[in-house]
Each structure stands twice: as structure tokens, then as C-alpha cells.
């Protein structure tokens, strides 16, 4: 029996059903198929690993610079469209991308380490101190949230405003007030923006401010819908990523174990397979420069192609097993952080904050258990958990989290 394809792009799916199932139906029946237009324009679905790498690779026959993420037909084009370095194509890309990657380059997340470690620290702490608490609010969303501020340069005194801002725009109730609050990110940033033009300091906010392209600053408007992207980059899926890898963890009792009982050895893999068994970015969109075939079927110039990620990522002609969440996989070449030109920038510094924070519980918390049901999210764009409740209790004794600072930082 043909399975219904249409589910793919409602969110009920990713809160209520399960899309692994349809993803599995969709690799091995048609594994690249069209969809007509609805309240989405018309796209072709990827959910096989080869494809999906093959076209997130070539970023001159697949653009990004119409936008990444399927939006509905009513909502037009995305404001960030040939502005934004995610969805730019070269040369506006590499100029963006050389502007800021040295800020998440080894060298820089070395001196951030420190810092990171001990905010991991004291938000596992206070998790504890709490004993029941909502992991997704409570830890996996202050960390990314804290860092990125750091990142971007925004004033301790206005932090506040920035988390009650994001937790709004990602977790409010209506779409109404998802959107204000997301507005009133974007106005802050257009303020501090002016500020940083005027009075640079040593922030992204002050190097995206000073990038020149052709000659020219880029636009207010530009720099600030840049500011923003790294806001949401930068903590929406680091929060998925960490409460998903705890979820899994916690209902596999053996797994958690091997964590805990071997940390040094085992967190690198634990973290990867976490990224892969979470994928939290579901799709990434590009549009096609050429007619090309894909998976024996012909993509006319200037269609639209979804890749889906979380779909590749439980392919088994990659993935041995793939439905099994194993923290010592290797090799584990998944697609969570995307391929090619756009790679995820931010990859390192989120492996480090899922380390830091795994790190931390298992230094600073005795029991943890499941305290209530977990709600999804629901979203045809990122994937994973919007309420995990826990009840914890404190460790017997609290090693100190120093001996944890610099490790995990390639090279
Ligand atoms: C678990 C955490 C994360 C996941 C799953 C994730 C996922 C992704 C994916 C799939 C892409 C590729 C987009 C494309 O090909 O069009 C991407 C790009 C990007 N990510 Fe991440 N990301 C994570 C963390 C971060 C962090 C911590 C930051 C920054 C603080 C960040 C900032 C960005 C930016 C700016 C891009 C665009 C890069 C470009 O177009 O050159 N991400 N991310």
C-alpha cells in the first residue's frame, strides 16, 4: 500500500506520529519523489543518504540563496533570501563565512572552554538544587543561549530580555505570540547594531557589522537578519540536540553506563551518535541551477529539493543498524550538521556544550528518572523534544569539572 507522502509536511507528524516510519516506506519505495503544490510549493522529497550528501555537496547546481527551509506559499519569499550567510551561494557566501568562522575555529573555543565549562557547571547545579525540573527549559536551553550571547556581544544587563525573547519565539503558546517575540529580538539587535557601528568591540555583532561586500558595509537590516540567524542557529538545535540524546539515554539504561562509566573514552562517539540519533534540523531545502538526475529521476532547472536529514540519518545502506542508538559507533559520517559549503559553522562549539553538559550530570547528579510525559515539538523544520520533566537527586560527591576544560577541542 502507497503511503500517504503529504504527512511529511505537517507538523502533527513530528508531535504525534512517526515519521520514522514513513521516511523508512519512502527509502526503500521512492526515495526521490515529487510533491505537488498545496499550501507548500512543489517540491522533490530526498531520504536516502547518498542523494541527500550528494546534493547538500554541490552547492553550484543546488542554491541556497531562494532559502533552506520549506515555507508555506502564503508567507513568500524568506526575508533572509541572498542575505543571510546560510542562504547566500558564493562569493557572497565565502565573504560571510570568512568573516566569522574563526570565532568558532579551535583557537577561539580553546579560550572559551573555561567559561563554557563552568556555566555548564552552575546550570547543572541549580538543576539539582531543583531536583524536578523541565531538562529542555531548565538545561539544554540555557547553556547554547549563554554562549551565543558571549558570542555576539550582548550586555550581561540585557540578557534577561534575550532569554524571555528566545523561549517566547521558540515555545510560545501562538504563532501571534511566537512572532512578537521574534520581532523584538530583531529589534534589539538593530539597536545594538547601531551601537556596535559607532563603538566596535570584540563581538560577532561588531564583525558582521564591519563586513564589506563589493566595496560596501552590508545593510542594517542585513547585519541584523545575520545576528539573528546565529541566535537561532546557535540554540535551537543545541537545545534538541542535548534533550533528545538525554531522553535516549535514559531509556536505554545499558548505554547510559557505557557513558557514564567510561566519560573519556566514550563521549566523543556518544556525542556524534547523539547528533545523528537527534537530528534535530529535519530539512534543509535548495533549489536546482540545471536539470540533473537524482535517484534516476529528472530535476528540472530551478525545482525545489528537500533533503531530509533525520531520514538519511537512519539509512541503513549507511548505517549499520540504524534504528539502534549506539554511543560507540564508528565510523559515524552522518548529516545532522549538514555537508559541503554550508557545513554547520557552529559544529564544534556544539559538540563541546553537549559534552560539557553530559559532563556535568554525570559528575553532579546521583538518580535521574522520567518524571512525567515528554511533548514534541510540532514542526515540519526542526525536530525533538519541547518538555522533558526529571526528577534528580544529587551525587553521594562532586568531583570538580576542571580536569573537563580543555578536552574535546580538535587539534
Ligand atoms: C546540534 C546542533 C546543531 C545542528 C544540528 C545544526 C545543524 C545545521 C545544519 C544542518 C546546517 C546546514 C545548513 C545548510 O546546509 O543549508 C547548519 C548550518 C549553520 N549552522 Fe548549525 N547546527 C547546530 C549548531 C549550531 C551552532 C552552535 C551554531 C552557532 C552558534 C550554528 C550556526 C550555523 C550557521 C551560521 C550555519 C550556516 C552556515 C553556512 O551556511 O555556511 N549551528 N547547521
Known amino acids: 500500500m502507497r503511503h500517504d507522502i503529504s504527512h511529511l509536511v505537517d507538523g502533527a507528524t513530528y508531535r504525534y506520529g512517526n515519521p520514522f516510519a514513513l521516511w523508512r516506506w519512502m527509502r526503500e519505495n521512492e526515495p526521490v519523489v515529487w510533491h505537488e503544490p498545496g499550501i507548500f510549493p512543489g517540491f522533490w522529497s530526498l531520504t536516502r543518504f547518498d542523494e541527500v550528501r550528494e546534493v547538500l555537496r554541490d552547492a553550484t547546481t543546488f542554491s541556497s540563496s531562494s532559502g533552506i527551509l520549506l515555507r508555506p506559499l502564503a508567507q513568500g519569499e524568506d526575508p533572509g533570501s541572498n542575505r543571510t550567510l546560510a542562504l547566500s551561494d558564493p562569493p557572497r557566501h565565502n565573504v560571510l563565512r570568512g568573516a566569522i568562522a574563526g570565532w568558532f ?28 525540573i523541565d531538562f529542555v527549559t531548565d538545561v539544554a536551553a540555557k547553556l547554547p543561549l549563554e554562549v551565543v ?3 555576539l ?18 515555545c510560545a503558546g501562538t504563532a501571534e505570540e511566537r512572532s512578537i517575540a521574534h520581532l523584538q529580538i530583531l529589534d534589539y539587535f538593530g539597536d545594538l547594531v547601531e551601537r556596535r557601528r559607532v ?38 538545535n543545541v537545545r534538541l540536540a542535548m534533550s533528545g540524546g538525554m531522553l535516549a539515554l535514559l531509556e536505554r539504561p545499558e548505554q547510559w553506563a557505557l557513558l557514564r ?18 537530528s534535530s534540523a529535519t530539512h534543509i531545502l535548495r533549489r536546482a541551477q540545471r536539470d540533473v538526475v537524482l535517484g534516476g529521476q529528472r530535476i528540472r532547472r530551478g525545482d525545489l529539493v528537500v533533503c531530509w536529514l533525520t ?5 541503513p545502506a549507511q548505517f549499520a543498524d540504524p534504528d539502534v542508538l549506539d554511543v560507540r559507533r564508528t565510523p559515524n559520517r552522518h ?37 512525567g510525559e515528554p511533548e514534541y515539538l510540532d514542526s515540519i523544520v526542526v525536530n525533538g523534544l519541547r518538555r522533558l520533566p526529571l526528577r534528580l537527586t544529587a551525587a553521594d560527591r562532586v568531583p570538580s569539572s576542571a580536569h573537563r576544560t580543555l578536552a574535546g577541542i580538535p587539534g
Open 105 to 132: 575555529a579551535p583557537r577561539n573555543l580553546r579560550l572559551l572552554a573555561q567559561s563554557l565549562n563552568s556555566a555548564a557547571h552552575s546550570i547543572v547545579r541549580e538543576a539539582v538544587r531543583a531536583s524536578r
Open 149 to 151: 550571547c558571549t558570542f
Open 153 to 170: 556581544g550582548i550586555p550581561d544587563e540585557d540578557r534577561p530580555s534575550i532569554v524571555e525573547w528566545s523561549t517566547d519565539a521558540f
Open 199 to 236: 563603538e566596535p568591540g570584540e563581538d560577532l555583532v561588531s564583525v558582521l557589522a564591519g563586513v564589506r561586500f563589493e566595496g560596501e558595509h552590508l545593510p542594517l537590516d542585513e547585519v541584523v537578519l545575520n545576528c539573528d540567524n546565529l541566535l537561532v542557529g546557535g540554540t535551537e
Open 261 to 278: 562509566d567510561g566519560f573519556d573514552d566514550v563521549v566523543d562517539s556518544a556525542v556524534e551518535e547523539i547528533l545523528r540519533w537527534t
Open 311 to 315: 531520514s538519511a540519518n537512519r539509512d
Open 335 to 371: 548529516l545532522a550538521l549538514g555537508a559541503g559549503p554550508h557545513y554547520c559553522v557552529g559544529t564544534q562549539l556544539a559538540k563541546l556544550e553537549i559534552r560539557a553538559v553530559l559532563g556535568e550530570f554525570f559528575a553532579q547528579v546521583g538518580q535521574v528518572a522520567v518524571d
